[in-house]
């Protein structure tokens, strides 16, 4: 496919460039200059990038996640980071894995407009991959099938939400403690055990009107995910 830039719906999009590895930030970089978007910077690390959006305030940025110094999930940090900055600023994460620990909170940002999720290994189509790009730099949302497979099968674990105090607490409930042995146990006063199984129903949605023992409940929950 022969595309000239200027004349390219994805000339206007101002992009910056976040990759690690030289030869494939410099590979990418090309393919998006020659799918019309303009690549105002292309950096090797998550605190360039976030340094490199604030100078040149673009539209897009395409990140790799796991990026220098810790090699873990940089990358989406900082786009998550640069979301609630820039609440219109389109991003695009490109991984091999599926990093859950910031993933929901990157797709949830911005009320889940203007972003993407894709891995890097199931890119085989170039003109479809700048395509997908352009969606999201106009406001579009694009994840692989699964990153969204993986996600919803986390969020189906209702014990995710809870903190790790949170869950020991739950743990105690389900041993057939009262708060008062709970908070003897735990070195912890009884308000405080208090707060935290109003938490743990309120985050497993337990209704306070059904009629039901949240209690019961809640450790149900509990065993289904041991």
Known sequence: MSVTPGD???GAVRT????????????????LERFGFTVVEAVGDAAALEEAVR????????????????FSDEGLRAAVRLRRERPGL?????????????????????G???????????????????????RVAAGGTVVDPEVVRQL????RDPLERLSAR????????????????????????????????????????LPPDDGLNRRVMAVLAYLRSA
């Open 8 to 10: 390219h719906p994805n």
């Open 152 to 155: 919803l099968r986390r969020r």
């Open 55 to 70: 100078r040149h305030d673009p539209a897009l940025v395409v990140t790799d996640i796991r990026m220098p110094p810790g």
């Open 112 to 134: 889940g407009a203007g972003v993407g999720y894709l891995l890097k290994e199931r890119v085989a189509d170039v003109e479809e991959f700048a395509a997908q790009l352009g």
């Open 90 to 110: 389109a991003v695009v994460a490109l991984s091999q894995y599926v990093e859950q620990s910031y993933a929901a909170d990157l797709l949830d940002s911005g």
């Open 16 to 31: 910056v460039l976040a990759e690690d590895g030289v030869l494939l930030r410099e590979g990418l970089s090309g393919l």
């Open 166 to 205: 949170e869950r020991e607490v739950l743990a105690e409930i389900a041993e057939g403690h009262s708060n008062t042995a709970i908070a003897l146990r735990m070195h912890l006063s009884e308000a405080a055990v208090g707060k935290h199984i109003g938490n743990i129903l309120a985050k497993l949605d």
